[in-house]
């Protein structure tokens, strides 16, 4: 399945490509963007860790049940400064996301994030989407309170943050969803 490119506002989300990796390399490997991760994302972050992720995980699975987007503004669509993904078959996680540091608090993660709701209900047929983040990662909560999720409860998780051992769960129907969006 051929996977589409999105304008938002400020935004343009399009399938991830191999002129994306050195520039979600440089962005993705910071700590503060990292900490919140589930622990399968190694740290110290390795030099070919992007790379081995988008050929041996993205890009096999990519519009097979699985989709993964760049997020570039769109006045400079030359640097990847986030990602998102979004997956089938999971009552825990259906979607994950990162944005590079520097463009933290601008509200483009919000942008993203009703884009993608809007597809995975819209034109993929999602019934129910669940969402999990660190208790402690007050943005990423921010963004599911914004944009319709309810919280449903906790679990026990390992993050990148050994301090970090409790996430939230959330989740979000396409009634509720077409309900927050009065579609």
Do not use: C
């Amino acid at each position: 399945m051929e996977i589409p490119t999105f304008e938002t506002d400020n935004l343009i989300l399009r399938p991830i490509t191999p002129d994306d990796l050195h520039s979600y390399q440089n962005n993705f490997n910071n700590y503060e963007v990292i900490r919140y991760l589930s622990s399968f994302v190694p740290w110290p972050f390795p030099k070919n860790g992007v790379e081995e992720y988008y050929y041996k995980t993205i890009l096999p699975k990519q519009g097979k049940d699985y989709w993964y987007w760049s997020i570039l503004l769109k006045n400079n669509t030359e640097e990847m400064i986030g990602g998102i993904d979004l997956w089938r078959g999971s009552k825990i996680d259906n979607r994950g996301f990162w944005l590079a540091q520097k463009r933290w608090g601008k509200g483009y993660m919000t942008e993203v994030v009703t884009r993608i709701n809007d597809h995975a209900f819209q034109d993929l047929g999602f019934e129910i989407l669940y969402f999990g983040n660190a208790v402690t990662n007050i943005g990423s909560r921010k963004i599911k309170e914004k944009t319709g999720a309810k919280l449903i409860g906790r679990r026990l998780f390992k993050f990148v943050d050994p301090l970090v051992n409790e996430s939230e769960m959330w989740e979000l129907s396409k009634e509720a969803w077409l309900t927050f969006r009065n579609l």
